[in-house]
């Protein structure tokens, strides 16, 4: 007789696990609710150490600013610098 009284608990227990779907996607969360969607490192055809002039926009405000890129098969860095050249971010 117990066992049938621990039945329902049991079912309960079993149905309540539900399976996450798992997203390998790397990203980089720039604010609360924006984040920046890494590509493959493998991907990059020829490796670079350079400077990069880069736009981002965000809320409807374009910006613009220096970067140095050190991009290779096995890492992505960048240091982000503003006009006067003083650092502003980093991402690794």
């Given at each position: 007789?117990?066992?049938?009284?621990f039945?329902?608990?049991?079912?309960?227990?079993?149905?309540?696990?539900?399976?996450?779907?798992?997203?390998?996607?790397?990203?980089?969360?720039?604010?609360?609710?924006?984040?920046?969607v890494?590509?493959?490192?493998?991907?990059?055809?020829?490796?670079?150490?350079?400077?990069?002039?880069?736009?981002?926009?965000?809320?409807g405000?374009?910006?613009?600013?220096?970067?140095?890129?050190?991009?290779?098969?096995?890492?992505?860095?960048?240091?982000?610098?503003?006009?006067?050249?003083?650092?502003?971010?980093?991402?690794?």
């Amino acid at each position: 007789m117990k066992p049938l009284l621990f039945f329902p608990v049991y079912v309960a227990c079993i149905l309540s696990c539900a399976s996450v779907a798992r997203n390998d996607t790397l990203y980089v969360d720039l604010t609360d609710s924006s984040k920046f969607v890494l590509l493959p490192t493998g991907g990059i055809e020829r490796a670079m150490d350079m400077a990069q002039y880069m736009s981002a926009e965000f809320r409807g405000q374009n910006y613009f600013f220096n970067a140095w890129v050190i991009a290779n098969e096995s890492k992505i860095e960048m240091t982000f610098f503003n006009e006067m050249g003083a650092s502003i971010g980093e991402l690794s």
